[in-house]
């Protein structure tokens, strides 16, 4: 809902090309998990992300799904970058190469439950116990998000006013705190 309102408050394209960019990445999760074999997938939208509940897949399967939305990002952020660079210099073009490349950075980021962070998780479950696993993705996530939040501080006090990687340091924290079960 809070998208909705940015794309009838902006008075430019660009909300609902960030929201593009978005359901990019996230088709992109829902076909790889079909080719997986995964069955059906119900796609729920939550205050506080999209979440997707499929069949039960191997731990490589998974991440390979998991790592599915990063790389479709980062393959539009450099498709764009070659149309920016050799077809059409817009500042549509320009946005869409960051917009991607910004969803490819922050998503593979190994912090729960990013991307990265599931990837990260169903990789570990394939060395070690559960219970090991989600330790060491919780500890990973941490040592990741902590110099993410100070960055976030550098930057809030450099600019006077970008909140954004401190808005998403704070939701991670949230998220990582309030997950029972990785």
Not at 9 to 35: K, M, N, P, Q, S
Not at 48 to 60: A, E, N
Request: positive net charge; proline residues 2%.
């Amino acid at each position: 809902m809070l998208m909705a309102a940015f794309i009838v408050i902006d008075g430019t394209w660009f909300a609902l090309y960030a929201v593009l960019c978005a359901l990019w990445h996230e088709c992109w999760h829902i076909i790889v998990l079909r080719i997986m074999g995964a069955g059906s997938c119900a796609v729920s939208f939550r205050q506080y992300g999209i979440s997707l509940k499929t069949g039960v897949l191997s731990y490589s399967r998974e991440a390979a799904a998991a790592l599915a939305g990063p790389a479709a990002s980062l393959a539009a952020a450099v498709v764009f970058a070659a149309v920016s660079r050799y077809a059409a210099f817009t500042e549509t073009t320009v946005f869409l190469t960051f917009s991607n490349f910004a969803l490819f950075a922050v998503n593979i980021l190994p912090v729960y439950p990013l991307d990265g962070g599931r990837a990260l998780h169903c990789l570990l479950c394939l060395k070690l116990n559960i219970a090991a696993a989600v330790r060491v993705t919780r500890i990973i996530s941490v040592i990741f998000l902590l110099p993410l939040a100070v960055f976030s501080v550098i930057i809030l006090i450099r600019t006077g006013y970008n909140l954004s990687l401190m808005i998403i340091c704070i939701y991670l924290a949230i998220l990582l705190i309030g997950v029972k079960d990785i």
